[in-house]
């Protein structure tokens, strides 16, 4: 079982524990801002989530993956509850990487392992964007 809990602060700042002792700040005034909000939580687990697929998808396959970065954008609905109504996920893969094989990754997180993903999915529509740097490799010629 996974449990979390948040004890108040002050205005609508709060510590929140998860179950793993680990514990941060979440502030839901917008106007302060003085640490994430909900809503950009979830955005991150989204990224830290899919993330974590393409990176043991990539392993796998032996794929010589140096980096990778996952940037979300969402949109949220303009009347309560205001839950994400569209999310665009935006891949950056550094090494000397198959484009299909970054392609396959994302696709089978998207479809099969990523449960935040599966989640916003009954609500957003989420689209992904691969951008791949191929790493050079240059070496130095003596005369």
């Known amino acids: 079982m996974v449990e979390a809990k948040v004890d108040w602060i ?7 524990q998860a179950s793993s002792g680990h514990a941060f700040v979440v502030d839901s005034d917008r106007t302060r801002n003085t640490a994430p ?3 950009e939580l979830v955005l991150a687990g989204l ?6 697929d393409v990176v043991t998808i990539l392993r796998k396959k032996r ?5 990778v970065e996952v ?8 009347e309560p509850p ?3 109504t569209s999310i665009k996920l935006i ?11 970054v392609e396959d990754a994302v696709r089978l997180s ?34």
């Open 10 to 16: 002050d205005g609508e700042r709060f510590v929140a």
């Open 37 to 39: 909000g909900p809503m």
């Open 47 to 52: 990224c830290a989530c899919t993330a974590t």
């Open 63 to 67: 794929e010589p993956v140096e980096k």
């Open 71 to 78: 940037r979300a954008e969402g949109e949220r609905a303009a």
């Open 82 to 84: 205001t839950v994400y």
């Open 91 to 101: 891949y950056t893969i550094t090494g000397t990487v198959s484009r299909k094989a």
């Open 110 to 143: 998207e479809e099969k392992y990523c449960s935040v993903s599966a989640m916003l999915q009954k609500t957003a529509k989420i689209s992904t964007e691969v951008h791949i740097t191929h790493t050079v490799v240059t070496s130095a010629v003596s005369k």
